[in-house]
């Protein structure tokens, strides 16, 4: 049998896709891109963009796979049920409940060729426990909690994923140590709202979590996909201070430079307190990499309040921007809001703080010219090695594909495009930077 995932959104949406894939091939089927028995949609419905997206990517994969049993789940089959169960060729129907069922799903369905739609109320359900036994790459995911609270008024991900629900200690350390086992030198930790793992567990928090991971053997790099200013607690600085394996990146989304704007988005702090912490996380680590979401746009966002975000952002020197220029999401707040921005606004808006975003990842890079790095190179092309650093810069070097998936030390020669060069050194230099 054969099966296909079509994969939309997030990283959680693609660690549950590896998952799918993992419990499929047990049972052995075979991976191909088209002309499966089995094809599967994992969603994404964060904008109406990524609805539309959605559409159109089950009607390809309908016309990919015209015998396929097709299954729809993930996010935006949870906030629009009706919508997706009526699409001629759909045959199962699951939103983000059950995606550790598929197989099972399945087979009901050969038995019975009666279509199913299994789309649970969120707010009844614990966490959906799912394992990766091999990534099958050198940074490995572990989903560590399901769900959101925050309400941002932009969001609509709180009704597509539920309530704060979080993994037990015991199957997250089982799972990295697995994945240990199997040769993945970092684990990336993710979730809908990762930082804010633990807060439906009694006496055990994010940071405490870090600490369990961070005592690991064997585990070269922990990495935390994204966090929120205010999860970034103490503790969490603390460990930070004392385990160079807590890797010297953080992602913290900012999304407005703007004070009113940020109370508009229903954030919950104010650029005061960013900065703050900011400010506690460079004491101990000086050189640290802080990248950012920041969102252009945003309902009633004057041209001073867009200026006010670029001084913002250069002010807090992070060292990438990404950007977002709002998208209307139907049944958020922000979607009901007076001062709808023109689209060419936002398009004009966008294009000027990536260049903003060019410009501060040029000077973060630049201080590590003829810096030695460590790198873990994950592809191999053209007699290049491609790989990250701890800090997140990305790093060809020539060598041998011997070399991929292992760490080596590399001096950093030049910059081209989005690549920092440079050349190999060998062996391991103990001065070398753990960048």
């Known amino acids: 049998m054969l099966v296909t ?19 499929f091939q047990k049972l052995g089927y075979q991976y191909v891109k088209e002309n499966a028995d089995v094809a599967i949609i994992n969603t994404c419905s964060v904008t109406n963009t990524a609805s539309r997206k959605s559409v159109k990517m089950i009607h390809q994969a309908i016309r990919k796979n015209p015998n396929a049993v097709i299954v729809v789940c993930g996010c935006m089959s949870q906030v629009a049920t009706e919508e997706i169960k009526n699409i001629e060729g759909v045959h199962i129907v699951l939103g983000n409940w059950g995606k550790s069922q598929i197989p099972s799903f399945v087979e009901t369905y050969f038995r019975t060729k009666q279509q199913i739609v299994a789309v649970k109320e969120l707010e009844e359900v614990p966490f959906e426990c799912m394992q990766l036994e091999n990534f099958n790459r050198t940074r490995a995911f572990i989903k560590i909690q399901d769900g959101c609270e925050n309400f941002c008024s932009y969001c609509i991900i709180p009704y597509a994923r539920g309530h704060v629900r979080s993994k037990s200690k015991e199957e997250i350390i089982q799972e990295a140590n697995s994945l240990i086992q199997h040769g993945h030198h970092e684990i990336v930790l993710t979730g809908i709202h990762t930082g804010h793992y633990g807060s439906d567990l009694k006496d055990y928090h994010f940071s405490d979590l870090l600490y369990d991971l961070l005592k690991l053997d064997g585990l070269e790099r922990l990495r935390i996909s994204s966090i929120e200013m205010n999860e970034i607690t103490d503790e969490v600085i603390a460990l930070m201070k004392e385990y160079p394996v807590l890797v010297d990146h953080m992602h913290i989304p900012l999304q407005s430079g703007c004070d009113k704007i940020l109370t508009l988005m229903n954030r919950k702090y104010q650029l005061k307190d960013f900065e703050q912490k900011l400010r506690d996380i460079r004491v101990v680590r000086p050189e640290i990499s802080i990248t950012t979401d920041v969102i252009v746009g945003f309902p009633t966002e004057t041209e001073k309040d867009f200026e006010e975000t670029i001084d913002t952002v250069k002010r807090f020197a992070f060292s990438k921007i990404h950007v977002f220029p709002y998208s209307r999401r139907k049944g958020t707040v922000a979607d009901e809001m007076d001062g709808q921005i023109d689209e060419r606004i936002k398009k004009e808006r966008t294009k000027r703080l990536i260049a903003v975003s060019e410009e501060l990842e040029n000077n973060y890079r630049k201080q590590f010219l003829g810096r030695q790095v460590t790198v873990i190179p994950e592809t191999y092309k053209d007699g290049m090695l491609i790989g990250h650093t701890g800090n997140y810069l990305l790093v060809k070097v020539p ?37």
Do not use: F, R, W
């Open 5 to 23: 995932i079509y994969t939309l959104g997030c990283k959680v949406n693609t660690y549950e896709s590896n998952v799918m894939m993992e419990q």
């Open 399 to 435: 060598g041998s594909e011997a070399l991929l998936h292992q760490t080596i030390t590399v001096q950093l020669t030049e910059i081209n495009g989005i690549y920092m060069m440079g050349k190999l050194l060998s062996p391991l230099h103990e001065d070398s930077c753990l960048c």
